[in-house]
């Protein structure tokens, strides 16, 4: 290390020349690209292993047929056929996952700006909600699950008593084809804490001198929403809508636990009817071919979202 | 956003009206936090009541909302009879543990090498960093457990603690955007002073980015401890099994929900006590991490 006292290569003007962005030339730059690159093998190593590899056996699996105990055999599009023309279930959570994430994501988010919104005060005491809106968040979907298969007891719940109370008709809410979505996106709205923390962020970042300056222009609170909080919080909005799709087709646990997939199917979500078929009837070529049809409606979701970000997502800085 | 209005001191008494929108505008503020904390508040709190109520009053009608039932039966019954508790409890600590270990290591390498370091296709790496982010975990799931079962990890741990020493996407992106507030003047002066690389990353990024490691710890036991569908696929046997599983275990017996609630209770419990000793290290490690716009 002693060679490198008096003319390290990465020591001094450093960030002005990563600034200007002026490429390095010579052994200098082969050393910081080589310690560069040493620093991110272990993520490197873990794409491949881990998510490229597992992606790319997907796909080639979404075209074998796979029972679990023997080996994959090659059938070409075969699956995708059966999926596409045959497969009632498939439509069924298709449609099922689309309308949960239809209901939620809106729900979901609009509770959580509105509660940033509630909680982006500095009064005192706001540490004592902030914490309390929280901590449902922290808690297991498997606990939240089992303590709302109590709360929806017909029998037992306390939430038909208390409906009840209201003039509500008796529902049991997880037997009923009509409830039960609804329900797992009510019971799911609990958890409302990590895209309301990153609202929060957001807020705390906005300049308080835009806020002056529409004071200044006669602004009222609404106006002051309209024109400033949701222009300035647009890249913490499409943050949030991107990951909580993502998350929302993913829903398992509730249907998982609270109905299995049922009555008649009215909770078979897609990630279900996929560990259906990989877990239960070990078709691990037919579950990779609805793993693989997933991937494909994500990544156009997210792709169409943030394409039309640029007419809606404001990116100035102050 | 009226925060500056509420927190700004009175000029008491010489505007009465002035005074009264004040006062009305406190009342409803904290009335309506106070309803809503109320709300969210509600399933947890009629877990913890009925965790200690006495299996014939479990459920009382019309609903008693207080602990006008109280035993501490429960408890003993749901942790030891009912479930292998400390087994359960175990397993979970361990592989959160080395789970945070992995974590803390390999993302504050990636990251650093990403934040300080400037090599072809650096910003392209990064960019497929963000998009894994992106990539459903259910979509690796199926050939994920084909590799652990061909490399006989079914049934094991490893399954759930070896990714973590390769890095999470959204972790080393939170470090990242930690490690370029980190003046680089610090890192130059030790660099003249002839310290190796791994020597920076250790003893002079490591101490700065205690509140950074801190969120990202936190995260990682959360996510871990209520992980519901890796452990449900990678653990079959009941020795291996996390107490997620245990408590999705019980839903399937017919048992009294009384106990159901205290291993419940005794399953969140953990995490509440880290989240409230690390609590001011959670929204800090959010607001580096550059989401705020």
């Known amino acids: 290390m002693a060679d490198v006292r008096t003319d390290h290569p990465l020591a001094g003007g450093r960030q002005a020349a990563l600034a200007r962005g002026e490429p390095r030339r010579g052994w200098l730059a082969r050393r910081e690209a080589l310690y560069g690159y040493a620093f ?38 075969e699956n995708y056929e059966r999926i596409f023309t045959e497969d009632e279930q498939f439509i069924t959570s298709l449609i099922n996952t689309a309308v949960y994430v239809g209901i939620r994501v ?17 009064i005192r005491g706001i540490g004592f909600f902030r914490t309390a809106i929280y901590l449902p968040s922290m808690i297991p979907i498997v606990a939240m699950a089992v303590i709302w298969r109590i709360l929806l007891d017909p029998r037992v719940g306390y939430v038909n008593y208390f409906g009840g109370l209201l003039g509500l008709p008796e529902v049991n809410w997880l037997t009923s084809e009509a409830w039960v979505k609804p329900v797992i996106v009510f019971v799911s709205l609990w958890q409302v804490g990590i895209p309301m923390i990153i609202f929060l962020a957001g807020l705390g970042g906005i300049p308080e001198q835009l806020y002056e300056a529409a004071e200044i222009d006669g602004a009222n609170p609404l106006q002051k929403l309209v024109s400033v909080t949701i222009p300035m919080m647009t890249p913490v909005i499409l943050y949030n809508v991107v990951i909580d799709i993502i998350n929302s087709f993913q829903v398992f646990a509730y249907a998982f636990i609270l109905t299995r997939g049922g009555p008649n199917d009215a909770t078979l979500f897609y990630v279900l009817y996929i560990y259906r078929q990989a877990f239960q009837y070990f078709q691990m070529g037919y579950a990779s071919a609805l793993s693989a049809i997933l991937f494909v409606i994500v990544l156009i979701l997210t792709l169409i979202l943030l394409r039309s970000s640029n007419r809606w997502v404001h990116y100035e800085r102050i | 956003m009226s925060a500056s209005s509420v927190a700004r001191p009175a000029s008491a008494g010489t505007r009465p009206a002035f005074g009264r ?13 106070a309803l809503v904390s109320a709300i969210m508040m509600m399933p947890l709190y009629l877990m913890i009541l009925i965790s200690f109520r006495p299996a014939d009053r479990a459920f009382t009608y019309p609903p008693d909302l207080w602990f006008t039932y109280f ?51 650096r910003d392209a790496l990064f960019v497929v960093l963000l998009a894994t982010l992106m990539v459903p975990f259910v979509v690796r799931l199926v050939p994920l457990f084909i590799l652990f079962q061909k490399l006989g990890w079914i049934n094991t741990f490893l399954p759930l603690v070896v990714p973590s020493f390769f890095g999470t996407p959204f972790f080393i992106f939170l470090m990242r955007q930690f490690f370029m507030t980190i003046p680089s003047e610090l890192v130059d002066a030790a660099r003249i002073d002839g310290a190796g690389e791994l020597r920076i990353w250790a003893q002079i990024m490591m101490p700065l980015s205690k509140p950074v490691l801190a969120a990202v710890a936190i995260f990682a036991f959360q996510n871990t401890w209520n992980d519901f569908l890796g452990p449900l696929v990678f653990l079959q046997k009941a020795e291996v099994r996390t107490i997620i599983l245990g408590l999705y275990g019980l839903m399937g017996m017919f048992v009294e929900w009384h106990l159901v609630m205290a291993a419940v209770v005794a399953a969140v419990t953990p995490l509440i006590i880290v989240f409230f000793i690390f609590q001011r290290f959670f929204v800090k490690g959010i607001t580096v991490s550059g989401l705020k716009g």
Do not use: Q
Not at chain 1, 106 to 122: D, E, K, S, V
């Open chain 2, 21 to 33: 929108r004040k006062i009305i505008d406190r009342v409803l503020t904290y009335g309506s936090l």
């Open chain 2, 71 to 121: 035993t501490l039966d429960n408890y003993p019954d749901a942790l030891f009879r009912l479930l292998p508790f400390s087994l359960y409890l175990r397993n979970t600590v361990i592989i959160a543990s080395l789970v945070i270990v992995g974590e803390l290591v390999a993302c504050s390498l990636v990251a650093y090498g990403f934040a300080r370091f400037r090599f072809p296709g």
């Open chain 1, 40 to 77: 991110i093998s272990p993520w490197l190593f873990g794409l491949l292993a881990f998510t490229a590899g597992p992606l790319l056996a997907a796909f080639y699996f979404s075209f074998t047929e796979y029972p679990i105990l023997s080996e994959p055999t090659w059938i070409g599009l």
């Open chain 1, 106 to 122: 809106p729900l979901h988010l609009g509770l959580a700006f509105g509660l940033a919104l509630m909680l982006n005060r500095t």
